[in-house]
Structures are given as structure tokens and as C-alpha cells.
């Protein structure tokens, strides 16, 4: 099957103003997520689907495709379909759909939600990875539960699964599953989803995810290992991006 990966990036993010522009190790942050999935090798192309022409030249400089698209989708998943549907993209059988603020994406769990579409286990594919149970307090972390096959049950911001009696601690703890916001449609699930109006769990939550579950389609979840770092949604977040970016590529010149 033909991957094509998109990657929306909005530049009017009002909690890090600028965010696609701004930098990460010297160079834009939009730059840096195009490179770390270009460089996976998980997709016949790459494109960065922007609503800025800023942005679109920064990934044009580097020799990169990017495409300018409408400005008023209310979602990335939007802007991805937008750009799913151009007659030039018309032979990718799976749209990879990789947040324009998450430049440490780990590459298993890309390879994971593209392999639950592949595999034929669902028509969308995510993923998720183990984390203790004292991120189930969280509303910044979205948990999900799985059945036995893996594929989703529900998404919440509130903590799931619940743990009644205490005694049931120890398996709890193995259930509890972060969300990762990676995902891989196929082209048929990607135009429904957007098709579907807005659904009351979707506007509670605020999780766009619950919009396909509610309608019936399946979505696989693929578990990963570790994740590196989050998206970056904050000034703060830049600070401690850019703290973890030097930590890992600094070169240091010798004594």
C-alpha cells in the first residue's frame, strides 16, 4: 500500500504563538518534525499541509512539499483530508496524519498505527504506550482501554480504567494507556470521518477521536515502548524541547 504522510501545522496556535516558526535546535519547529519523518522512511512522501505561506516556504526551502490549504479547518484531521483528496495524492492508500508540534515522535509508534491499517485489523490505526497509573489524573494525558484484538473501546480525559477496589491495583496498573496522537487512515475512513458531524462525546471530551468511535468505525491501537518527549504546546514545553534537543544532538568540541 502507498503511505502518504501529512503533517498540518496552523500557525495561529494561540497558546505558543507562531508555533510551526518557531525554533528547536536553530531551526523552525515545523522544519524539525518534517525531518524526523522524512528521515523514518515509513511513507512514499511527505507533505506539510499549512494554512501560512510562512511556514509552507520554510519546508519548500529545504526542498520539501508543502501545501497551502484553507484556513478555516476547525481540526488537522480537516486539513489532512483536504489534502488527501488533491488529485496529485490520489494513489496513497493510507493517509499517516503526524502533529506539526511533535519532533521526537517515536518511530515505532508511527510504524504501529500504519501497520493496524495495513494489517487489515482497522481502518484507523494509533497508538499508545504504558504509563503509571498516577498519569490516570491527568486531563493532559488521554487514556484509552482496548479490547482483547486492540482495538479501542473509548478515549477520556478522566481516569480509565477505574479502580473500584483497591486490590485490583496491581492489574490496573497494567491497563492504564496513554494516547499517542498519531494516526493512520485509510482513505475511506479519513473522508467519513469528516463527513460525520460533531458528536456530543467528541464536544465533552474534546477528543475528535470519539467522533469515528461513536459512529462505528474501528480504530486499532498500536502499543509502543517509550515516548521520548510530547508535542509542544507551551512556551514551557519549548524550553524543556530545546533543553532535550541539545541533550541529544549537542556537538561538543573537544578539550
Not at 6 to 34: M, S
Not at 134 to 150: E, R, S, Y
Not at 230 to 254: C, F, K, M, Q
Amino acid at each position: 500500500m502507498r503511505v502518504l504522510a501529512i503533517i498540518p501545522a496552523r500557525r495561529g496556535a494561540t497558546r505558543l504563538r507562531d508555533k510551526p516558526l518557531r525554533l528547536l535546535g536553530g531551526q523552525p519547529l515545523i522544519l524539525r518534525v518534517w525531518e524526523r519523518v522524512s528521515s523514518m522512511a515509513v511513507a512514499d512522501g511527505v507533505v506539510v499541509a499549512t494554512d501560512d505561506a510562512a511556514v509552507a516556504d520554510v519546508i519548500r526551502a529545504a526542498g520539501g512539499t508543502a501545501i497551502l490549504t484553507r484556513p478555516d479547518h476547525p481540526s488537522g484531521t480537516d486539513r489532512v483530508a483536504e489534502v488527501a483528496r488533491r488529485p496529485e495524492f490520489v494513489n496513497a492508500d493510507v493517509l499517516l496524519n503526524v502533529q506539526g508540534d511533535e519532533p521526537f515522535i517515536d518511530e515505532a509508534a508511527v510504524r504501529g498505527a500504519i501497520s493496524v491499517v495495513t494489517s487489515g485489523l482497522a481502518p484507523i490505526g494509533t497508538s499508545a504506550v504504558l504509563v503509571s497509573a498516577g498519569a490516570l489524573g491527568t486531563a493532559d494525558c488521554v487514556k484509552v482501554v482496548c479490547d482483547d484484538a486492540g482495538r479501542a473501546l473509548y478515549f477520556s480525559r478522566a481516569p480509565i480504567p477505574y479502580l473500584r477496589d483497591i486490590a485490583d491495583g496491581p492489574v490496573r496498573d497494567t491497563l492504564v494507556r496513554q494516547h499517542l496522537g498519531i494516526y493512520a487512515y485509510s482513505r475511506e475512513a479519513l473522508q467519513r470521518w469528516v463527513s460525520l458531524p460533531v458528536h456530543p462525546l467528541e464536544q465533552v471530551e474534546r477528543l475528535e477521536q470519539l467522533r469515528p468511535l461513536a459512529a462505528g468505525l474501528s480504530i486499532g491501537v498500536a502499543m509502543a515502548a517509550t515516548v521520548e518527549m510530547g508535542g509542544i504546546d507551551t512556551e514551557a514545553d519549548l524550553v524543556r524541547a530545546n533543553a532535550h534537543w541539545e541533550s541529544i544532538y549537542e556537538v561538543r568540541s573537544p578539550a
